[in-house]
């Protein structure tokens, strides 16, 4: 997959962690080349037209025990798509899932320059058909082609230990957002 960076990513707390790809055409939404694609299913850079749909969908994500949630908030996802840094996953018009990456440094407290998964959520009704894991191998894709480390970052409540260490994460120590705990994965290239 070849894979080519217009715009830095985001740094800094994410709850899902990971990287971004660059499209060569992003505004008419070509599939990203190497992308896997299962039945109909395409990974594409988010536009302007799907901000709604990603807000929508990104709001599934809400806890309503963490102080600052923002993943689902109009700077944050007008910022990613602008940047693009925000994925999807459609099946012609419709949006199953959303992902926004970001970069993780030194700055952050991370000991080298990494990818991270800053948000990730799919619909409900397209849960459990591998529109998630579409995504995060996409992220996995981009991380190692860039030599960069991945990050995934989950609040405990999402409870998505073994989803992460299925595709391959190593646990790492947990940090606090605000407090909240949260666990950390990555995976090296
Ligand atoms: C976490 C989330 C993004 C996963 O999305 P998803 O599209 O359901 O993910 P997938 O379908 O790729 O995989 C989910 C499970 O279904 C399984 N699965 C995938 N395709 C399947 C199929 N065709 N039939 C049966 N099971 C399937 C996967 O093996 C995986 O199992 P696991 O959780 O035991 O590892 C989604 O559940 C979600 O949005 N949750 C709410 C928000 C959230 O928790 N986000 C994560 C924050 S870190």
Redesign the pocket.
Known sequence: MEIEHRTPLATGAG???TAEESPTSSKHQQPRPGAASTAGDRVLTATEADYEAVRT?NS??RLPDVPGFYWDTESYIREAIREERCMV?KNQTVL??A?VLERRGPEAGYARESLA?G??????E???????????RYAVQRARQEGLRLY????F????V??????GFRRGPQRYFHGVPY?VFFLDP
């Open positions: 709850i899902c962690g969908t599934l994500l996953v199953k899932g992902m998964v948000s990730l959520a799919v619909r409900p397209y849960r459990k058909t591998g529109v998630g894991m579409m995504l995060v995934a970052e989950s609040f409540p999402y409870r998505k073994d989803f992460y260490l299925g595709l666990h």
